[in-house]
């Protein structure tokens, strides 16, 4: 019998006696045909009919494309141009930890948010792009007004706590504060400090080279032709049994020095 599924045993064995392969029923048949098994999983395919085979069916129709919607937010527009127009800004430190909870919504907001001072006089760059979306959906204004009108005051909020920032410096300072320096300008100290070894490792290899470059080897000239003779001068001693001696000053022996002092003058003479 041909393996088939748990559930379609007793179908095939049904086959099988109307095909009168089987001359007998199996002693199970009987019962399982009173109490069926479970039907085929839900991922087997269903039996299609006659009708599923019409041109007209729904089978037939072209079903459109799974891929989900594009999310669209107005406020991803307004913020692409804030950033465009304030390239700065997004090199402003922030931190990215998240709560547990969603933090609540501002108290001012909506038809009581006409300024974007109400929200503090340091307002982040997402202050400015949800006022400019507030005063579009809540005071009825065109978005390149609102979007206008939320970056004039952002600026003018963003020059006054500059100055204020500036003034309270130069006041501390003139009291004595001393501050610290900052992640910038440490991280340009330390720039600094690299660059120096540099400089001091170009020149302590140039010092190296110098050092290279003070001895010379200093070869002595043989009195003879300067010429090359194509090794003829070479060959001619050779058969006249003429050894050549390139070193004819530590080849001579000797002379007896009279005093120490002068074997020393001797030994460096020749070391020279």
Not at 234 to 245: A, C, F, I, Q
Request: hydrophobic share 35%; aromatic share 10%.
């Amino acid at each position: 019998m041909v393996r088939r599924i748990a559930s379609q045993v007793h179908q095939q064995a049904s086959r099988l006696l109307r095909a009168k392969y089987l001359t007998q029923e199996p002693v199970w048949f009987q019962p399982v045909l009173d109490n069926p098994p479970l039907p085929l999983p839900p991922k087997a395919p269903p039996q299609r009919t006659a009708y599923d085979q019409k041109p007209g069916s729904l089978l037939n129709i072209n079903l459109r494309s799974p891929r989900p919607l594009p999310v669209y937010y107005l406020e991803d527009d307004i913020r692409r141009q804030f950033f465009r127009d304030h390239p700065f800004e997004a090199f402003r430190p922030t931190t990215l930890i998240e709560g547990e909870q969603i933090a609540p919504p501002h108290e001012v907001h909506g038809k009581s948010w006409s300024r974007l001072r109400l929200r503090g006089r340091n307002p982040k760059p997402e202050d400015a792009i949800q006022f400019a979306l507030n005063l579009y959906h809540h005071h009825d204004m065109p978005l390149s007004e609102a979007y206008a009108r939320a970056v004039a005051q952002f600026r003018s909020l963003r020059s006054e706590h500059h100055v204020a920032t500036t003034f309270a410096v130069m006041e501390a300072e003139e009291l004595g504060a001393v501050f610290l320096p900052t992640e910038i300008e440490h991280g340009f100290e330390k720039e600094k400090r690299a660059l120096a070894t540099w400089e001091r490792k170009k020149e302590m290899d140039q010092n190296a080279l110098t050092a290279r470059k003070r001895w010379k080897a200093i070869v002595q000239k043989h009195n003879g032709v300067d010429q090359w003779t194509k090794g003829q001068e070479y060959v001619r001693l050779w058969r006249e049994g003429v050894k050549p001696n390139y070193s004819p000053l530590l080849a001579e022996p000797l002379p007896p020095p009279s005093t120490g002092a002068d074997f020393l003058q001797v030994v460096k003479t020749r070391q020279n």
